[in-house]
């Protein structure tokens, strides 16, 4: 393993706990915790694509000289610092986001960076000074339908944050910062609007979080998951990625939460994923409720090493969500 992979994968280990901070407003799994003052972390990764880590959550950047490409926007309330850290850091505008998916730590930023995007000085035509164009944002259609239909709680985001450039066909693509980006909607996997981005020459995949290699997967079966099409959205991560020499390094991938990985790190994920379903799946032909699965506890040997006392998906969560979606269940 190169000396930048294992310093890249030591800084960013972020943690899937900070997704609970506005995630439970929905999931309402587990009691709300007020999200930490974050500490925002800039890191490259490959190519024209860096990584900011410490907002809830990763944040995807691509930058170059057409100006600068999200994916995600993390916590509503850390959303300031974000804007902040993106305009110093990188040049040019963000002219586009791309959100994963609609849970709140990774759509919470949109209406910051729309705001800041409609603040910036016109013409006496209403033209851009610095010519650009207005913030697109881009999502699965599903994303934009939940985010329409839910929350009735206060938590909506504002007319200018929604996705509008939506897309309901299996993929998107478009070229930006000469680079091709296409995004690929994996159905009924983490919820049912799920985008996964590959950066075909920087040779980077964004995954949200499909894939979070510090703790089990949060398949949200009332938002349309399901355990089948969370394997088959690590398969298609498999597919596009390339290892590098002795099978490390090659294509990276920036996962929701958590550290950078290879291709290595995702097939242990879908291996541990394939072998709790085909547990569950076997005590559910034996008869066994869901109470019953669980006591059996068909994770126990991956536990210590998914699990911790923050973990926002704890061992019982996971295999009831494989339950649920095996049998079918909200």
Not at 40 to 48: E, F, I, M, S
Not at 52 to 74: M, S
Request: charged share 20%; with cysteine; proline share 5%.
């Amino acid at each position: 393993m190169s000396i930048r992979m294992t310093a890249i994968r030591a800084t960013t280990a972020c943690g899937i706990a900070c997704v609970s901070a506005m995630c439970s407003v929905w999931a309402q799994q587990v009691p709300p915790r007020p999200a930490a003052e974050a500490q925002l972390r800039v890191y490259p990764v490959q190519g024209a694509v860096s990584v900011i880590a410490g907002d809830g959550g990763n944040i995807t950047v691509q930058n170059g000289r057409e100006g600068t490409l999200l994916v995600d926007t993390g916590l509503a309330e850390n959303a300031g610092r974000l804007v902040s850290e993106v305009q110093a850091r990188f040049k040019g505008s963000v002219m586009w986001i791309i959100n994963t998916h609609v849970h709140p730590d990774h759509v919470g930023g949109n209406e910051a960076f729309a705001k800041a995007d409609a603040s910036k000085p016109v013409n006496f035509l209403g033209a851009r000074l610095d010519g650009s164009q207005p913030l697109k944002i881009i999502a699965q259609s599903n994303v934009l339908a939940r985010l329409v239909s839910e929350a009735g709680d206060g938590t909506r985001l504002s007319d200018v944050a929604l996705p509008r450039d939506e897309y309901a066909t299996p993929f998107k693509d478009m070229r930006f910062n000469d680079e091709a980006v296409v995004m690929h909607h994996e159905p009924n996997a983490h919820t049912d609007g799920d985008t996964l981005v590959y950066f075909q020459k920087s040779d980077v995949i964004s995954t949200g979080d499909l894939f979070t290699p510090g703790g089990y997967p949060f398949i949200d079966v009332a938002r349309g998951g399901s355990v089948k099409g969370e394997i088959a959205a690590l398969n298609h991560i498999l597919d596009l990625a390339v290892p590098g020499h002795t099978q490390e390094g090659g294509t990276y991938v920036i996962p929701g939460h958590g550290r950078i990985c290879d291709e290595a790190d995702v097939v242990e994920y879908r291996d541990m994923v394939v072998i709790v379903r085909d547990r569950v799946q076997d005590l559910i032909k034996k008869g066994m409720t869901l109470e019953q699965v669980q006591a059996a506890a068909p994770s126990r040997d991956y536990d210590t090493e998914y699990v911790t006392a923050s973990s926002f998906v704890k061992a019982n969560d996971f295999v009831a969500a494989i339950y649920r979606s095996l049998m079918g269940k909200q």
